[in-house]
């Protein structure tokens, strides 16, 4: 599907943001490992949340979806095999299923995607399965991927490398419990460690609280069952930052509701990172205003606690005075897109000045805007079609975004709502 943006003069409104896809994945998960039902209030409705649901269901778990909420009686350590799992085009829905193949004679992975999640490495997660006494095979650490199971395990202490995701040290410890207890040392250092601090709180609602040292990155899992439980999932900071960037960028008046300022989400960092560009930006409670349309100023952004929200930020750089450095964002190269390859390939046909670095990239930003009036290539990536769609605004002609579909991986409404706002959406 192919969808054009216009430029905006004004956007103003309110906006109810979807509930956090990463707690949603992780909530929904412990509840299938747990023995009983648990009810999870607000849900996120994408694309991952379907793909697990109906792989957790393939494993025996028992799913009651009614609106706003979803009732799930897990398997606990006894899954069913499920002959074959296709987690979408989630890499962490693929990363928490891998290890239940431990538990299990012979599980295959395959994906209908194979030019996204097809070729995101696995090979670190999988050689941490292989140390543990499973069997895999794959290809080159890439799907389609078998694993046997279903024996003791070769040893309760493992290592993986945290250098490429913080998704497989969360894989490894949400199912420890289940493998009657584990020893997990992070390895190569660890990207994205808020991710990793919220599988820990889910852990800990559902009863199983890891033994952690931040700073020698080395976990403990106990042998213990999760408990059935009822958990809310907050609101989400990643799609936030999306419409917190359509703000920016032009004159507005935006309210985003709800986001928790005390959950473990690392993209709250753009709240003050936008003050310190030149946007008004206030909180109270768990609604955010912006006020945009001020000159925006070049500041530097590590990304490394933020990187759902990197690609948001990028948009609002290439509309700032002065040059913005976004370092400690390696990482976005193994998303569902390369996010640094593939934004700057699209970013330099819109006329912006990128350069890649080794650890992120570079961008000289253009106060008055961009000519547009061209299509770009979403690649499959809800995050690269929310970039495009909130530069289009500061565009002179707009932009045609192919494949604008697969926003919801994570945001299913993001073009009602930036339409609701005011902008001119129109289906191509």
């Not at 949400?174 to 994205?192: F, K, Q, W, Y």
């Amino acid at each position: 599907m192919k969808i054009y943006v216009g430029p905006a003069s004004r956007l103003q409104g309110k906006v109810r943001i979807p509930s956090s896809k990463n707690y949603t994945s992780r909530y929904i998960w412990v509840s299938a490992l747990a023995e009983g039902e648990s009810i999870i209030y607000d849900p996120a409705p994408n694309d991952d949340a379907r793909a697990l649901l109906t792989c957790c269901q393939s494993l025996g778990a028992k799913v009651k979806a009614s609106a706003g909420k979803l009732k799930i009686r897990g398997f606990g350590r006894s899954p069913h095999p499920p002959g074959v799992l296709d987690p979408g085009n989630g890499g962490l829905i693929l990363r928490l299923l891998l290890p239940i193949g431990l538990l299990l004679p012979e599980v295959e992975y395959v994906t209908s995607y194979p030019e996204s999640l097809g070729k995101r490495p696995q090979g670190h997660l999988l050689a941490a399965l292989r140390e543990l006494g499973a069997e895999v095979l794959d290809v080159d650490g890439h799907l389609p991927i078998t694993i046997r199971g279903g024996r003791p395990l070769a040893r309760r202490t493992v290592a993986v490398s945290g250098r490429i995701s913080s998704q497989f040290a969360t894989a490894l410890l949400m199912i420890a419990p289940l493998l009657g207890g584990l020893d997990l040392r992070i390895t190569e250092g660890l990207v994205s460690r808020p991710p990793l601090a919220t599988t820990l709180q889910v852990m800990a609602e559902a009863g199983v609280a890891p033994q952690a040292d931040w700073a020698q990155l080395r976990f403990a899992v106990a042998d213990a069952s999760y408990n059935p439980g009822v958990y809310r999932v907050p609101g989400d900071y990643p799609a936030a930052s999306a419409i917190m960037a359509a703000a920016a960028l032009v004159p507005s008046a935006v309210t985003i509701y709800p986001l928790n300022p005390a959950d473990r989400q690392g993209e709250k960092q753009v709240i003050p990172y936008l003050q310190q560009m030149g946007v008004a930006v206030t909180t109270e409670g768990q609604e955010v205003t912006i006020r945009g349309g001020s000159p925006l100023r070049a500041v530097d952004f590590n990304g490394e606690e933020a990187i759902d929200a990197v690609l948001s930020m990028a948009a609002v750089a290439c509309c700032a005075e002065g040059t913005t450095t976004f370092t400690q964002v390696a990482n976005l190269r193994w998303k569902e897109s390369d996010r640094i390859g593939d934004l700057a390939q699209g970013l330099r046909r819109l006329g912006v000045v990128i350069t890649e670095t080794a650890d992120g990239f570079v961008i000289t930003g253009k106060p008055e805007g961009y000519e547009g009036g061209i299509e770009l290539d979403g690649c499959q990536d809800h995050r690269l079609i929310m970039t495009y769609a909130v530069l289009a605004l500061r565009t002179q002609k707009g932009l045609v975004i192919h494949g604008a579909e697969h926003v919801s991986k994570s945001y299913p409404g993001f073009f009602t709502a930036l339409e609701a706002l005011g902008a001119t959406i129109e289906v191509r």
